[in-house]
């Protein structure tokens, strides 16, 4: 790319990015240690906890829990193979589906997502929600929904 097409940061732009990167990094890294000091399930595996036990029949295909969760299918098997050795979800076949493959949460998913859910959501309480005024977390949701559809349009 031609040096002299980019459009540059202005001091306000890189000022806010810098805090963005700073602030989603520190998040993560404090968010994902409250989960290894105290819970049954890694913050990942927490994530697709949430999605298979919003889902009917606490299923989804391999496919569909890889787009919700925004990882490559290849770090989705390993996470879910992982999982299966610890009973927490087990993967089978789609019915009527012969090559499409469903991971599935198991009684002992379950029982983990509700042991951890107290304490990931006191973490997340301390470190975000109770971190911003209403107004903030309201503009926070719209603005990070937009970098997703703009990042998702871009793969």
Not at 32 to 52: K, R, W
């Amino acid at each position: 790319m031609d040096h002299d097409a980019v459009r540059w940061l202005d001091e306000d732009q890189q000022w806010a990015w810098r805090r963005f990167l700073e602030g989603t990094s520190r998040f993560f890294e404090a968010l994902g240690d409250a989960h290894d000091e105290g819970l049954p399930v890694t913050l990942g595996e927490y994530h697709l906890l949430v999605q298979l036990s919003e889902a009917p029949e606490r299923a989804l295909r391999m496919s569909a829990l890889a787009d919700f969760l925004a990882l490559s299918r290849s770090r989705l098997t390993h996470t879910v193979d992982r999982m299966e050795k610890r009973g927490l979800v087990t993967r089978e076949p789609v019915p009527g589906d012969r090559r499409g493959v469903r991971c599935v949460m198991t009684d002992a998913g379950y029982d983990a997502l509700v042991a951890a859910a107290p304490g990931h959501v006191t973490a997340v309480r301390r470190l975000l929600v109770d971190v911003l005024d209403a107004d903030e977390m309201t503009t926070l949701g719209r603005a990070m929904s937009k970098v997703a559809h703009a990042a998702k349009g871009a793969e």
